[in-house]
């Protein structure tokens, strides 16, 4: 009998971060001690370097390998800039910002509260990735937050919803 093949493995949510780190096995080590990720798996190529990893925060998975630039990948540190953030929500923004900080990370945004109901800060780690970090704190409507962002922003806002 033949087994059905889940079209997303098991543990996977349908967006999966995978980063490119000059340096993969550093970063195994930095995201165990930053964040508290959990290494599940981890494939060497010939040459040492990291072709495939995955290590777990929460109850998310993502992916990491090291760079390959003969191959046209490489990460955030040989681009020298990264558009995209990984969001982390944690139930404690400051103990986890800390602890970022501790094992290495360069804070770029001071944890704060925010006027979307989040207490929130950034923060850019070794390998050039940058993560910003939350604990929720109060559920809000839309207008809550425009409200709250006005207030916190001024009102030259107006137009940011039309």
């Known amino acids: 009998m033949t087994q059905q093949v889940r079209p997303i ?3 996977f949510h349908t967006i999966t971060p995978h980063l490119v780190c000059s340096g993969a096995a550093d970063a195994l080590t930095f995201y165990t001690q930053a964040f508290g990720a959990v290494e599940t798996s981890r494939m060497p190529g010939p040459d040492g370097k990291i072709m495939h990893a995955q ?8 992916m990491l390998a090291d760079d390959f630039p003969d191959y046209g990948c490489v990460g955030p540190l040989a681009l020298k800039n990264t558009p995209v953030y990984i969001h982390l929500y944690v139930e404690d923004v400051d103990t986890a910002y800390a ?6 990370a360069k804070p770029l945004m001071q ?3 925010m006027f979307w ?7 850019e780690d070794p390998f050039g990735h940058r993560w910003s970090i939350a604990t929720h704190k109060r559920d809000m409507t839309p207008e809550q937050m425009r409200e709250e962002m006005e207030k916190s ?3 030259g806002c107006e137009g940011a919803q039309q």
Not at 117 to 123: P, T
């Open 55 to 62: 290590m777990r925060i929460g109850d998310s998975i993502f």
């Open 9 to 11: 493995p098991e543990g």
């Open 111 to 113: 944890v704060a509260d």
């Open 117 to 123: 109901g989040d207490r929130y800060g950034q923060l």
């Open 153 to 155: 922003m001024g009102q």
């Open 99 to 104: 602890r970022a900080i501790e094992a290495g």
